[in-house]
């Protein structure tokens, strides 16, 4: 009697165990998050191919299309990376980390800069000069850009995605 009730016992605790280790297996398929990147994403090896000076065809053989041109003042590129996270498949992807590598050019076509800015404390930053915008058009059009950073996914750059 012993025996059968040992073995009974032993029978449901391994079954538990097996519960256990499938429902393991089935929440860490679950969880597991997918970061997903978009856009340009910078390389310093491939910046070093278009220093100031550069002409704009070199600069599209070197980095590629630009995401999107503008004229505020002085023409430039520029090139706008996004990377989104989902905790799983079939979530929603948040946006957590967005740039835009901006190439300037001057009266003679060339290369007069490149900057490459992301948003800090709530400011448009570039990496490159370690400096904060100073203003005008482009800041607008910048923290515009880069301000939906951690919040649902919307965002201005929306539209050059898709939306993903």
Known sequence: ??????????????????????????????????????GYVVDSQTLELVPPGSSREQVLLSLGTPTTKADYGEEAYYYISQKRKRGAHFMKPRLIEQSILAVYFDDQDTV?????????DGKVFNTITRTTSTGGKEETFLSRVLSSVGTSGESAAKGIFGGQ
């Open 1 to 38: 009697m012993k025996s059968r009730l040992f073995n009974t016992h032993r029978r449901i605790l391994h079954s538990g165990t097996v519960a256990i280790a499938l429902t393991a297996v089935v929440l860490t398929g679950c969880s597991t998050s997918e970061v997903l990147t978009q």
């Open 112 to 120: 007069a800069s490149i900057a490459n800015y992301t948003m800090e």
